[in-house]
């Protein structure tokens, strides 16, 4: 999202208005602290011009990363303890 942004010269405070969610919010995606909602990444689409499925599927694949590396931590603390 960020490097859209960057592409478009559009700083938070524009992506904000264009998409109608708080800078908060944009700030919290940009920072992976708030996920891509079904109607974010419909407003991205918009605001951006990239497809919504590409956000959705964004996301889902920074959940699955994720999740694997907690199932990695996870086997190794069982290891070591």
């Known amino acids: ?8 010269n559009m700083n938070r405070k524009e992506l904000a208005m264009r998409t109608a969610f708080t800078e ?3 700030s919290k995606v940009l920072n992976c602290k708030s996920s891509i909602s079904s109607r974010f990444a419909m407003a991205l ?3 951006l011009d990239i497809d919504a499925a590409f956000w959705i ?4 694949n920074y959940d ?3 999740a694997c590396l907690l ?3 996870k086997e190794e603390v069982r290891q070591t303890g």
């Open 57 to 60: 599927n964004l996301q889902a």
């Open 24 to 26: 908060k919010h944009i």
């Open 71 to 73: 199932e990695q931590v």
């Open 1 to 8: 999202m960020r490097e859209a942004m960057e592409d478009r």
């Open 64 to 66: 699955i990363e994720l």
């Open 45 to 47: 689409e918009t605001a």
